[in-house]
Each structure stands twice: as structure tokens, then as C-alpha cells.
């Protein structure tokens, strides 16, 4: 038995997200998100589920900050719902939302926990999507007044702020596959993500500029170490790109203030990219992160047997389960290795940036109950790998500074509605009971030991 004891200081943390906790949906004055509009009025969420009360966090959000308390937890990254604030986006300011935040923060704080938000995690005010969403300009202002109202607001209490969280997932989703119009273009998505990007700087550019400034600000993406699957010349040139496509695109602007040129190289000749106007750059360029917050809970395997082209993105990632690995309920390979190869990677391609990792975590069945705990010792395992990888990450001299569990609770996943259980507290969907899982008490313990015992 060793064991592993993390620096001092870790910030050993959960997080969650606002449309996925908070219930309340038309409470106080909130205005809707679009994440409203596709529950309640389209098929695409698993068995018609909606955030309408999710786990009424709007409600109970004491009781889950001494939940918090008594896990230990140093910070909480939550998301703020720019609707319940602004709820036509812009212009009117909803009192009573903002009093909400007001609270929770207050109560994070009482309780010895440290607030980290997160301006956006999805929940995009309907009226701003009804205008055309991230592919609108007027959206990239309307989101840095809201982030403005926000630094001047609770900046006073609140030192560490993450733009926005996945850019790459929530434009995809919306443009590139057109879930909520329905007119998927690849090129729709990665247009959008460049405006998401300027909105960060922007946002960055306002927070220094705001009375509340000498915090941290930074931004989440959703990164995956990607593997060819052999070493065949094709397989690798597959690697590359994918890697271009899903972690470069993303990573290279928001510390390099550059797009990947092999990339552009790429799009050019699919889509007319002449338009990146040289101010956005230099919006980037100005206004660096302070931490770039990593997501991360699998790795991608890509073969070249297929095309290399864009239309064939899905396609380049293997569908087919590799045999011997192990694969979590959404269907995603446990790969802690993968996590140790990112944070070798992006510390040395990246001029060695200071790193949170802001979601970790796995969906289980969460089946077997003994005396009211769930034990998921697969979540547990899970876990422990992951730190583990993370560890040794730190060890090489990587400045990952902190950990952030996904999730909190058990909560609406998206369009797999109640479907996938992600929390380390179980709540019930009915009664809107927690319990603790086994895997709460292990984390507890490890917050506690600023570390774990291993094997070896
Ligand atoms: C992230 C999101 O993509 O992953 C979360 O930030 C989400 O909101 C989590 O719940 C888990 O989802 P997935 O994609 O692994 O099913």
C-alpha cells in the first residue's frame, strides 16, 4: 500500500449545471432557455423528460450545501441561468433571480466553500436562440452584457469565473447536428465556435476591466487524448485530424490566439473562412485565460479506414468496442491513461498552463442498494484510476491545480433525460430524496487525506 498525498491547497471540488439541477424552470420571473423549448416541445429528450423540477436545487439548495459541507468540498463550480437573470437575454434584469445566486453564494460561503461559475453551461435564453443562437453577433453582446452584470454584481464574493463550458459540444450539437432546427451543417458549428470565442474574450476583457478583477477567469472545454488504433501511416493521419477537429480548433484560440492551420486548411476548401476578422484575433490575443479547465472522461480511437473528410467525423471515430477495455453506461471507454497523455500533452504543447479539471466522472447503473447507499464501487474505481492518472500528471510537473467531480447528484443528462445516473449522491426523481453513495463517502475520505491509498 502507498500512498498518494496531493499538493497542498488541491481544490478538490463537484460540479453541476443549472438547467441540469435546478427545476424552477418558469419560477420568479425566470424567462425560458432553449433547453425549456426542446423539453417541452419536441421528442428529442429520452422518454420526454424535462428540467422542469430536475432536483429542485432552485428550492433545496441549502440542504445541498451542507451536503457539500459534509463531503468536504473546498469549491463548488456551479452554472449561472443567464434566462433567470436576464430573461429576454438582455436589457430587463429579473430581481429575484439574481437574489437566487445571491443566496447560494452566500451560503457557499458561510459554509467555507468556494463559488466557481460558470457563465454558461447550455441553457441559451429562448429569445436569443429565436434570433439565431451563437451564430448571431448580437448574441455575442448580449452574452457580455450579461457577464458584465455579472463581475460587477458578485465579483465582490466570487474569484474564479469559466466563461463558457464545452464551446465544441453545445455547438455541435446545435449547429453542426441541428438539434433544435433541425438543419445540420457541419460548417454551421464550427462558424459558431469562432463567435463563441470572441464572446470569451470579450467577456475576459470586461472582467479585467470591471471593479471586481483580481480573480481568475478562464474556460472549459471538453478535450480527449486521441490514439490511432495502429501505427499505419492512415491511421495516424486520422489521429491527427481528429485531434484538429475536437481539441486543437478549440484549445489553439483561446491560448495561442490561433486557429490550427492545417485546419483552416481543411475548411477553406469546404467552407468560405475568409471572414475570421483579424480583430477577433487580437481580442484572443489580449485577453489570455488565466486556467483552462479540462473535461474529460474518455479517449477517442481512430482508424483511417474511412475517408478522411469531414463528412465522415463520426465515422473516424471507432464505433466498435475495443475488446478488453471497459466502457462506462454511455457507452464510453474508461481510459484513464487517456488523461495522463492530455495533461502531458497540453502542459507541453501549451506553454504549461495552470489546469483545473472541472468535470471527471462515469454514468453507472447505480443497481446494487445495501442499507439505503448505492455501491457503486465501479464509479469508485473509476475515480480512483483517474485521480491516479492525474497524479502522476502532477508528479511530471503539470500545474493541475484542482478536481472537480461531475457530478454533484444524480440529474437531468440532457437528451438522456433521468436516464443516466452520474451523481455521487443518488436523488430520487419522485420524492427528491438524497442519499449518499458509496462513492460519496470515498471522495469524502480522500478530501479529508488530501489523497488515497493504491495498490503499489
Ligand atoms: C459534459 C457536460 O459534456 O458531460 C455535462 O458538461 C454532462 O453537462 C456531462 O452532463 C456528462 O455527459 P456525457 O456527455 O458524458 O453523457
Not at 473528410?309 to 468496442?321: F, G, Q, R, V
Given at each position: 500500500?502507498?500512498?498518494?498525498?496531493?499538493?497542498?491547497?488541491?481544490?478538490?471540488?463537484?460540479?453541476?449545471?443549472?438547467?441540469?439541477?435546478?427545476?424552477?424552470?418558469?419560477?420568479?420571473?425566470?424567462?425560458?432557455?432553449?433547453?425549456?423549448?426542446?423539453?417541452?416541445?419536441?421528442?428529442?429528450?429520452?422518454?420526454?423528460?424535462?428540467?422542469?423540477?430536475?432536483?429542485?436545487?432552485?428550492?433545496?439548495?441549502?440542504?445541498?450545501?451542507?451536503?457539500?459541507?459534509?463531503?468536504?468540498?473546498?469549491?463548488?463550480?456551479?452554472?449561472?441561468?443567464?434566462?433567470?437573470?436576464?430573461?429576454?437575454?438582455?436589457?430587463?434584469?429579473?430581481?429575484?433571480?439574481?437574489?437566487?445566486?445571491?443566496?447560494?453564494?452566500?451560503?457557499?460561503?458561510?459554509?467555507?466553500?468556494?463559488?466557481?461559475?460558470?457563465?454558461?453551461?447550455w441553457d441559451l435564453p429562448l429569445a436569443l436562440q429565436k434570433i439565431g443562437g451563437w451564430e448571431n453577433r448580437k448574441v455575442v453582446d448580449a452574452f457580455v452584457d450579461y457577464a458584465k452584470f455579472m463581475f460587477e454584481h458578485y465579483g465582490d464574493r466570487v474569484n474564479?469565473?469559466?466563461?463558457?463550458?464545452?464551446?465544441?459540444?453545445?455547438?455541435?450539437?446545435?449547429?453542426?447536428?441541428?438539434?433544435?432546427?433541425?438543419?445540420?451543417?457541419?460548417?454551421?458549428?464550427?462558424?459558431?465556435?469562432?463567435?463563441?470565442?470572441?464572446?470569451?474574450?470579450?467577456?475576459?476583457?470586461?472582467?479585467?476591466?470591471?471593479?471586481?478583477?483580481?480573480?481568475?477567469?478562464?474556460?472549459?472545454?471538453?478535450?480527449?487524448?486521441?490514439?490511432?488504433?495502429?501505427?499505419?501511416?492512415?491511421?495516424?493521419?486520422?489521429?491527427?485530424?481528429?485531434?484538429?477537429?475536437?481539441?486543437?480548433?478549440?484549445?489553439?484560440?483561446?491560448?495561442?490566439?490561433?486557429?490550427?492551420?492545417?485546419?483552416?486548411?481543411?475548411?477553406?476548401?469546404?467552407?468560405?473562412?475568409?471572414?475570421?476578422?483579424?480583430?477577433?484575433?487580437?481580442?484572443?490575443?489580449?485577453?489570455?485565460?488565466?486556467?483552462?479547465?479540462?473535461?474529460?472522461?474518455?479517449?477517442?480511437?481512430?482508424?483511417?479506414?474511412?475517408?478522411?473528410?469531414?463528412?465522415?467525423?463520426?465515422?473516424?471515430?471507432?464505433?466498435?468496442?475495443?475488446?478488453?477495455?471497459?466502457?462506462?453506461?454511455?457507452?464510453?471507454?474508461?481510459?484513464?491513461?487517456?488523461?495522463?497523455?492530455?495533461?502531458?500533452?497540453?502542459?507541453?504543447?501549451?506553454?504549461?498552463?495552470?489546469?483545473?479539471?472541472?468535470?471527471?466522472?462515469?454514468?453507472?447503473?447505480?443497481?446494487?442498494?445495501?442499507?439505503?447507499?448505492?455501491?457503486?464501487?465501479?464509479?469508485?474505481?473509476?475515480?480512483?484510476?483517474?485521480?491516479?492518472?492525474?497524479?502522476?500528471?502532477?508528479?511530471?510537473?503539470?500545474?493541475?491545480?484542482?478536481?472537480?467531480?461531475?457530478?454533484?447528484?444524480?440529474?437531468?443528462?440532457?437528451?438522456?433525460?433521468?436516464?443516466?445516473?452520474?451523481?455521487?449522491?443518488?436523488?430520487?426523481?419522485?420524492?427528491?430524496?438524497?442519499?449518499?453513495?458509496?462513492?460519496?463517502?470515498?471522495?469524502?475520505?480522500?478530501?479529508?487525506?488530501?489523497?488515497?491509498?493504491?495498490?503499489?
Amino acid at each position: 500500500m502507498k500512498k498518494i498525498e496531493f499538493p497542498r491547497g488541491f481544490l478538490w471540488g463537484a460540479a453541476t449545471s443549472s438547467y441540469q439541477i435546478e427545476g424552477a424552470w418558469d419560477s420568479d420571473g425566470k424567462g425560458e432557455s432553449v433547453w425549456d423549448d426542446i423539453c417541452h416541445n419536441t421528442k428529442r429528450v429520452k422518454n420526454q423528460d424535462t428540467g422542469d423540477i430536475a432536483c429542485d436545487h432552485y428550492h433545496r439548495y441549502k440542504e445541498d450545501v451542507q451536503i457539500m459541507k459534509q463531503l468536504g468540498l473546498k469549491a463548488y463550480r456551479f452554472s449561472v441561468s443567464w434566462p433567470r437573470i436576464f430573461p429576454s437575454g438582455q436589457g430587463k434584469i429579473n430581481q429575484k433571480g439574481v437574489e437566487f445566486y445571491d443566496y447560494l453564494v452566500n451560503e457557499l460561503l458561510a459554509n467555507q466553500i468556494e463559488p466557481v461559475i460558470t457563465l454558461y453551461h447550455w441553457d441559451l435564453p429562448l429569445a436569443l436562440q429565436k434570433i439565431g443562437g451563437w451564430e448571431n453577433r448580437k448574441v455575442v453582446d448580449a452574452f457580455v452584457d450579461y457577464a458584465k452584470f455579472m463581475f460587477e454584481h458578485y465579483g465582490d464574493r466570487v474569484n474564479k469565473w469559466i466563461t463558457f463550458n464545452e464551446p465544441k459540444i453545445f455547438t455541435v450539437w446545435f449547429y453542426s447536428f441541428g438539434i433544435y432546427d433541425q438543419r445540420p451543417d457541419v460548417r454551421r458549428g464550427y462558424l459558431a465556435s469562432m463567435n463563441v470565442n470572441t464572446a470569451h474574450a470579450k467577456a475576459i476583457e470586461r472582467y479585467r476591466k470591471s471593479k471586481n478583477s483580481d480573480g481568475e477567469i478562464g474556460i472549459t472545454l471538453a478535450l480527449n487524448h486521441v490514439y490511432p488504433n495502429t501505427d499505419s501511416e492512415l491511421d495516424q493521419k486520422a489521429a491527427k485530424y481528429v485531434d484538429g477537429l475536437f481539441n486543437r480548433w478549440y484549445i489553439d484560440p483561446v491560448i495561442k490566439a490561433a486557429y490550427p492551420q492545417d485546419m483552416l486548411d481543411v475548411f477553406s476548401k469546404r467552407f468560405n473562412l475568409s471572414q475570421i476578422p483579424k480583430e477577433d484575433l487580437k481580442l484572443l490575443n489580449d485577453n489570455p485565460i488565466d486556467f483552462l479547465g479540462i473535461n474529460n472522461y474518455s479517449c477517442l480511437r481512430v482508424s483511417g479506414k474511412n475517408t478522411v473528410d469531414l463528412s465522415n467525423i463520426i465515422n473516424m471515430i471507432s464505433p466498435e468496442k475495443v475488446e478488453g477495455k471497459e466502457y462506462s453506461e454511455t457507452g464510453w471507454e474508461v481510459c484513464p491513461e487517456g488523461l495522463y497523455d492530455l495533461l502531458i500533452r497540453v502542459d507541453k504543447d501549451y506553454n504549461h498552463p495552470i489546469i483545473y479539471i472541472t468535470e471527471n466522472g462515469m454514468a453507472c447503473k447505480d443497481e446494487k442498494i445495501i442499507y439505503n447507499i448505492v455501491q457503486d464501487e465501479d464509479r469508485i474505481n473509476y475515480l480512483k484510476r483517474y485521480l491516479q492518472a492525474s497524479y502522476r500528471a502532477i508528479e511530471k510537473g503539470v500545474k493541475l491545480k484542482g478536481y472537480f467531480v461531475w457530478t454533484l447528484m444524480d440529474n437531468f443528462e440532457w437528451i438522456e433525460g433521468y436516464s443516466k445516473r452520474f451523481g455521487i449522491i443518488r436523488v430520487n426523481n419522485k420524492t427528491q430524496e438524497r442519499t449518499w453513495k458509496k462513492s460519496a463517502q470515498w471522495y469524502q475520505e480522500v478530501i479529508a487525506g488530501n489523497g488515497f491509498n493504491i495498490d503499489k
